[in-house]
């Protein structure tokens, strides 16, 4: 059965067209038919053409124009100037940079790690099913689908430094206190870490929770028949069972760390004196409010090089693992 | 300790007086930390709180004031920015979404596997790494030579495509039997027939799934809009509050009020579609 037979929408079409014209125009009817199967080869491109555009677009141009633009010094209007690796060596070697980066890791290693611990406590102490603990979980939730920027201006209500704002008021209660939270610069790193954590250990209790449920319960009787506490439990057959979990969680919060701006820039815009400078508020400085876009830009590709490296990183680990 | 072991931990289970107050505890201390704050916020925007001091969960006489001064400060017209911006954005990254699935789920082509290794790049790449240069973009694409900053549409089109929803739906269309595919064709079906009355209708729960994280996602965006926008009139209600917050006129109240209009579409969102959320949570996360 030849191919044009195949497919019956050809037929019509290419029938009056050889009746009409004779032997000469079949040939060029059956190639038409042959175009138009061919033509089918487009198909899946043609589904495909909005989201690519759009990759194109809004993804892949922004990523290679990021690349040449740390490589130039950036004039609107003036045109840009090859400077070659002279906005690297501004980035590297200026202690603002490196500050920021150090603000970065220290906080995204703090928050991935708090949400990571605080996510699996909750998750461990809230398994099960009821519609009790359902409503719990689902408040518990709330703070996940909250927008960053209100999760920002109700932190900074309540991190009111004085002893009667309300965070301080509690810490007054338990003998602490006051505390100037996100305007003193010994403890402003932490406060926002504090926000983050709140926001971010519920999703990891979310993931967790889901990663329970694949654990097998045949182990828990095993281990209960073995005489295993709870915590043994806990920590030698739950804990393994959540490995890959953790490595995606893992990944996921270290990413999400790394990129961190919106709580930065609203709860404190990396002040006060630098103390919660992070990364993405330097290169919005930088772009933005001094116009030193290839500069800016360099120091968006260190970024983007040291999530690659890490998830990199977490992927071998988790396969040599896996062996 | 006869009952079957169904929790880890086993605090779930547990009957026991002592197991009892653990939970109560456990539960209460969980609702203070994670939905007081959130309380503190609602009880605020209906409360005359001239300063931050006297934010508190306690409500002190009910008043609309916070939200009549939120409104003369222009909040209706953020608000409607905001809903402009989702909709269009939800509509345009659920059609793109849907299409790109088709392709990549029901066809087999050469290029196939590039495709779907660039849409996991995306997937890689943060979007807050790319904030320099999309500014510059927007403000002259390429080839077409539009601008679009200051514009709600340079709010919308950069989120038209996300890989994250393009992936759901792949996912999901693959699960659509063949079969069914197979006896529309034999009865004449072209692609487009297939796809939006055979495969489409059969995709409703992937659907629920990448309209809500789409909703969440889109609402949420933050640095997008703060590049894109010029002046107040194209600010969405999360940009808008770091202004209200700056004018020295404008009470905490005030703030909490426009706050709690920020983040009740996402809310009700959540609370409605809790179960697409979730299960788009797990699967989304524990396939990786």
């Known amino acids: 059965m030849s191919l044009d037979q195949a497919d019956p929408a050809a037929l019509p079409a290419a029938g009056p067209a050889t009746r009409k014209t004779g032997r000469a125009a079949g040939g060029a009817a059956g190639r038409r038919g042959h175009d138009r199967r061919a033509g089918r080869w487009w198909t899946p491109w043609l589904f495909l053409a909005p989201a690519l555009l759009l990759f194109l677009y809004f993804k892949f141009i922004p990523m290679v124009s990021a690349l040449t633009m740390s490589f130039q010094d950036v004039q609107p209007y003036l045109g840009n100037r090859w400077v070659g690796t002279e906005n690297y060596a501004t980035v590297l070697q200026s202690d603002g940079f490196r500050e920021a980066a150090w603000h970065t890791v220290v906080l995204a290693a703090g928050q991935t790690a708090g949400s990571m611990a605080l996510g699996l406590a909750l998750a461990l102490l809230m398994e099960g099913q009821g519609r009790r603990l359902g409503f719990v979980r689902s408040a518990a939730f709330l703070p996940v689908v909250v927008p960053i920027a209100v999760v920002a201006e109700l932190w900074r209500i309540m991190y009111h430094p004085t002893s009667d704002g309300m965070l301080n008021s509690i810490l007054g209660l338990v003998g602490f206190g006051p505390s100037g939270f996100i305007n003193d610069p010994d403890s402003s790193m932490a406060s926002i870490m504090v926000t983050g954590i709140w926001r971010g250990a519920p999703y990891d209790m979310m993931i967790f929770l889901a990663g329970l449920t694949s654990v097998d319960r045949g182990l828990y009787e095993a281990a209960k028949v073995d005489g295993a506490s709870r915590l043994q439990r806990v920590w030698h057959v739950t804990v393994p069972g959540l490995r890959s979990v953790f490595s995606i969680l893992f990944i996921l919060a270290a990413i999400r760390g790394l990129r961190v701006f919106t709580e930065v820039f609203l709860l404190t815009n990396g002040g006060p004196d630098g103390s919660t400078e992070v990364v993405m508020t330097l290169i919005y400085k930088l772009g933005l409010e001094q116009n030193r876009l290839g500069v800016g830009a360099a120091g968006a590709v260190l970024l983007f090089i040291a999530t690659l490296i890490l998830t990199v990183v977490v992927h071998l680990l988790r396969r040599r693992e896996s062996k | ?288």
């Open chain 2, 1 to 288: 300790m006869n009952a079957p072991t169904e929790t880890a931990l086993g605090l779930t289970e547990s009957r026991s007086p002592g197991g009892r107050i653990l939970k109560a505890v456990t539960y209460l201390l969980v609702l203070i930390v994670f939905a007081g704050p959130l309380l503190a916020l609602l009880v605020s925007a209906f409360s005359h709180i001239k300063d931050p001091t006297q934010l508190s969960v306690i409500p002190s006489g009910a008043t609309l004031d916070n939200f009549r001064i939120a409104f003369d400060q222009g909040v209706l017209a953020y608000l409607l920015n905001s809903f402009f911006v989702v909709g269009f954005g939800l509509l345009l990254q659920v059609a793109v979404s849907v299409l790109a699935g088709y392709a990549l789920a029901r066809k087999r082509f050469p290029g196939m596997t590039l495709v779907l290794v660039a849409i996991l790049a995306t997937l890689m790449l943060p979007e807050e790494i790319l904030a320099l240069p999309l500014s510059v973009i927007l403000s002259d694409l390429p080839v077409v030579h539009f601008n679009l900053i200051g514009t709600l549409a340079g709010m919308i089109v950069p989120l038209g495509a996300w890989g994250f929803s393009i992936l759901v739906m792949t996912e999901f269309m693959k699960d659509v039997p063949r079969e069914l595919e197979e006896a529309a064709r034999i009865d004449g079906a072209g692609d487009l027939r297939i796809f939006a009355q055979i495969i489409l209708p059969m995709c409703k729960p992937a659907l629920g799934v990448i309209g809500v994280f789409g909703f969440t996602m889109i609402w949420d965006q933050y640095l997008l809009p703060l590049l894109v926008s010029t002046d107040s009139s194209s600010y969405t209600l999360p940009l808008a509050l770091r202004t209200l917050r700056i004018d020295p006129a404008v009470t905490p109240g005030v703030v909490m009020a426009a706050s709690l209009l920020a983040l009740l579409p996402s809310v009700i969102v959540f609370l409605f579609f809790q179960r697409s959320f979730v299960h788009g949570l797990s699967s989304g996360a524990l396939k990786g």
